[in-house]
């Protein structure tokens, strides 16, 4: 990138961001020499640089990025430096933390890269003309994380910051977070009491009344849409012995990311974190033809995952959730028709919130694969095929397949523009043969099916915190836990608007009478507080003419209708998840 084009390309801005993560560390240490910068990368949108042995708090930010402004005026490039261990192991000897990064890094190339009097032990990755580029930063808040975020290992300082190559885009980028405040999933969900967490459980939400009814919306859809498709529903054990994942692979791969219970007499069992051992043992139950194939099983049980305790996040990173998981069971040949089948069901997901999306091919970790490579080459190429034809955007992320196959994530972007990982459908050729799973070809040969591991939502806790931000708390009406509120401008109307609220209850729509002793506009106000899609008034005039006075969401007008007509035309919006 020249310094007069702002077109920068995905590398680009990751060597802008680090190096603003490199000039971050300058700056603490010219504020706060005693401090101790361990490691700063690129995120995305930004980046952070952890520290040990500094005690700040958001207030010293400012302060810290001033210095920043300041220092990088005298910086005009970074100057690589190819060191030996003695020279890397003298320069970095009062700092445990980088010393214990070349130990990682000895028998390789060990290289510091250096602008100003600042030096780091770093590969490279950075901006050509720093003190003309690095100009559009901003750091954003503190947070404690282990080294290595490991929980045995020492809490360290982490500042975080994002960095831009215009003003225009650090200014939208600051816009969007602070309108993220605003949709903060856990702010509103204990507003409009949806879900609360509690010290005794945590990273276990508890789902109040009306976050069920969410819940089981979004369940319900999920249930009606994937019957239709000849998906199978099946409950399966949350405690299975240790065996069934030395099976599967996930006892190598996942086991330390279980809770385990133990028993005196049969030895360990593992709290259930994901359904495909169990899908397989369904599927091995019973002798399997061809004719059975795509054999597709699908559930929404409750898993449990170890996270640890620094990472939880409200709903978006939780330790109990569930999934609208699959497990499909197909012949090889099958593998193009399926995807095809399931990609729709992706578009019918996505569409009706309204959001944009993309996949992302994830192949072999050639550290962590479970299974021959010539199976990995043959399933990563028929899924960069079956990518091909979908016409959705894809890109391909090395090393990020599951330890049995190559998989496709849905990255999908919310209305503020963020984008979050969700759904995925994974290749498999390798569970069936560890279960040795069989189905009669037409030959009436035994062969061993290919399995495609799929969910649309993802984790359902992480997909409502995400929706409640996309939507602001505003749920669609089929979806809001309640969808309409009847107020009375005064007693002598609490007759005929409980009529209403129980007309509009007989059909099953989600309806609140408010009469309390309070004035009209005070209760219309907690109505919109509280998100409801259809406020109705009831006064003289609708009494006499049996009709009501609707004010949608959002809207200052309201329109007159008959009840009937605004039954019916709300049911069919409701049925239609219009």
Same mark, same amino acid.
């Given at each position: 990138m020249t310094m007069n084009d702002n077109r920068m390309t995905t590398n680009d801005l990751e060597n802008l961001r680090h190096s603003c993560a490199h000039l971050l560390a300058a700056a603490v240490l010219d504020i706060y020499p005693e401090a101790l910068p361990t490691l700063g990368p690129s995120i995305e949108n930004g980046f952070y640089y952890d520290f040990d042995n500094l005690k700040i708090s958001g207030s010293d930010l400012p302060k810290i990025e001033s210095k920043m402004h300041e220092i990088v005026r005298t910086w005009t490039g970074f100057e690589k430096e190819k060191l030996s261990l003695s020279e890397v192991q003298k320069r970095f000897a009062k700092n445990p933390y980088k010393l214990e990064i070349i130990e990682q890094y000895k028998d390789g190339e060990l290289t510091a890269y250096k602008s100003g009097e600042f030096s780091d032990l770093c590969r490279g990755g950075h901006c050509?003309?720093?003190?003309?580029?690095?100009?559009?930063?901003?750091? /954003?808040? /503190?947070?404690?994380?282990?080294?290595?975020?490991?929980?045995?290992?020492?809490?360290?300082?982490? /500042?975080?910051?994002?960095?831009?190559?215009?003003?225009?885009?650090?200014?939208?980028?600051?816009?969007?977070?602070?309108?993220?405040?605003?949709?903060? %999933?856990?702010?509103? @969900?204990?507003?409009?009491?949806?879900?609360?967490? %509690?010290?005794?459980?945590? @990273?276990?939400?508890?789902?109040?009344?009306?976050?069920? /009814?969410?819940?089981?919306?979004?369940?319900?859809?999920?249930?009606?849409?994937h019957q239709k498709r000849g998906y199978q529903e099946i409950v399966s054990p949350i405690l299975n012995k240790k065996e069934l994942y030395v099976t599967s692979g996930h006892y190598d791969h996942y086991w330390q990311d279980m809770f385990v219970a133990k028993t005196d007499a049969e030895g360990e069992y593992g709290v259930k974190a994901m359904n495909c051992p169990n899908a397989h043992i369904v599927f091995g139950s019973k002798t399997r033809s061809y004719r059975d194939l795509p054999f597709r099983l699908s559930d929404t049980d409750p898993l449990h995952r170890n996270e640890l305790s620094g990472t939880l996040n409200g709903l978006l990173r939780v330790r109990e959730f569930r999934q609208d998981d699959a497990h499909i069971y197909v012949s090889e040949d099958q593998i193009e028709s399926e995807y095809k089948n399931v990609f729709e069901i992706v578009e019918r997901f996505y569409s009706i919130f309204g959001m944009k999306y993309s996949f992302r091919l994830g192949t072999r970790n050639p550290e962590n694969f479970m299974g021959d490579i010539e199976t990995w080459n043959r399933a990563e190429d028929t899924l960069k095929k079956i990518l091909e034809k979908s016409g959705v955007e894809y890109f391909i992320q090395d090393g990020d397949g599951a330890f049995y196959g190559p998989k496709v994530d849905i990255l999908m972007k919310d209305a503020l523009g963020r984008s979050w990982q969700m759904g995925t459908v994974q290749l498999d050729f390798q569970q069936p043969r560890r279960f040795d799973l069989k189905y009669s070809d037409k030959d009436g040969s035994q062969k061993t099916p290919i399995a495609i591991h799929r969910v649309i939502y993802g984790s359902l806790e992480r997909f409502i915190g995400i929706l409640i931000e996309h939507y602001g708390g505003a749920f669609p009406t089929w979806l809001s836990p309640i969808q309409v509120v009847v107020l009375p401008i005064s007693d002598k109307h609490l007759e005929y608007a409980k009529s209403v609220a129980d007309q509009l209850k007989s059909v099953n729509i989600r309806c609140d009478l408010d009469s309390r002793n309070e004035p009209l506009n005070a209760r219309v106000r907690d109505a919109e507080m509280q998100k409801v899609p259809f406020i109705l008034v009831a006064g003289n005039k609708e009494v006499e003419a049996k009709t009501v006075a609707v004010r949608a969401r959002g809207l200052k007008e309201t329109e007159i209708h008959k009840l009937e007509e605004f039954k019916k035309w709300l049911l069919d919006a409701i049925i239609n998840r219009k």
């Amino acid at each position: 990138m020249t310094m007069n084009d702002n077109r920068m390309t995905t590398n680009d801005l990751e060597n802008l961001r680090h190096s603003c993560a490199h000039l971050l560390a300058a700056a603490v240490l010219d504020i706060y020499p005693e401090a101790l910068p361990t490691l700063g990368p690129s995120i995305e949108n930004g980046f952070y640089y952890d520290f040990d042995n500094l005690k700040i708090s958001g207030s010293d930010l400012p302060k810290i990025e001033s210095k920043m402004h300041e220092i990088v005026r005298t910086w005009t490039g970074f100057e690589k430096e190819k060191l030996s261990l003695s020279e890397v192991q003298k320069r970095f000897a009062k700092n445990p933390y980088k010393l214990e990064i070349i130990e990682q890094y000895k028998d390789g190339e060990l290289t510091a890269y250096k602008s100003g009097e600042f030096s780091d032990l770093c590969r490279g990755g950075h901006c050509e003309h720093p003190k003309d580029e690095l100009k559009y930063f901003k750091l /954003i808040s /503190i947070a404690g994380a282990y080294w290595r975020g490991d929980e045995k290992n020492k809490m360290l300082t982490r /500042i975080y910051g994002t960095c831009w190559p215009t003003q225009k885009e650090l200014d939208n980028y600051l816009n969007m977070l602070e309108e993220a405040k605003k949709r903060d %999933h856990k702010k509103l @969900g204990k507003e409009l009491e949806l879900f609360m967490f %509690h010290e005794t459980a945590p @990273g276990m939400p508890y789902w109040l009344s009306k976050g069920v /009814i969410v819940y089981n919306e979004l369940v319900s859809f999920w249930r009606q849409e994937h019957q239709k498709r000849g998906y199978q529903e099946i409950v399966s054990p949350i405690l299975n012995k240790k065996e069934l994942y030395v099976t599967s692979g996930h006892y190598d791969h996942y086991w330390q990311d279980m809770f385990v219970a133990k028993t005196d007499a049969e030895g360990e069992y593992g709290v259930k974190a994901m359904n495909c051992p169990n899908a397989h043992i369904v599927f091995g139950s019973k002798t399997r033809s061809y004719r059975d194939l795509p054999f597709r099983l699908s559930d929404t049980d409750p898993l449990h995952r170890n996270e640890l305790s620094g990472t939880l996040n409200g709903l978006l990173r939780v330790r109990e959730f569930r999934q609208d998981d699959a497990h499909i069971y197909v012949s090889e040949d099958q593998i193009e028709s399926e995807y095809k089948n399931v990609f729709e069901i992706v578009e019918r997901f996505y569409s009706i919130f309204g959001m944009k999306y993309s996949f992302r091919l994830g192949t072999r970790n050639p550290e962590n694969f479970m299974g021959d490579i010539e199976t990995w080459n043959r399933a990563e190429d028929t899924l960069k095929k079956i990518l091909e034809k979908s016409g959705v955007e894809y890109f391909i992320q090395d090393g990020d397949g599951a330890f049995y196959g190559p998989k496709v994530d849905i990255l999908m972007k919310d209305a503020l523009g963020r984008s979050w990982q969700m759904g995925t459908v994974q290749l498999d050729f390798q569970q069936p043969r560890r279960f040795d799973l069989k189905y009669s070809d037409k030959d009436g040969s035994q062969k061993t099916p290919i399995a495609i591991h799929r969910v649309i939502y993802g984790s359902l806790e992480r997909f409502i915190g995400i929706l409640i931000e996309h939507y602001g708390g505003a749920f669609p009406t089929w979806l809001s836990p309640i969808q309409v509120v009847v107020l009375p401008i005064s007693d002598k109307h609490l007759e005929y608007a409980k009529s209403v609220a129980d007309q509009l209850k007989s059909v099953n729509i989600r309806c609140d009478l408010d009469s309390r002793n309070e004035p009209l506009n005070a209760r219309v106000r907690d109505a919109e507080m509280q998100k409801v899609p259809f406020i109705l008034v009831a006064g003289n005039k609708e009494v006499e003419a049996k009709t009501v006075a609707v004010r949608a969401r959002g809207l200052k007008e309201t329109e007159i209708h008959k009840l009937e007509e605004f039954k019916k035309w709300l049911l069919d919006a409701i049925i239609n998840r219009k």
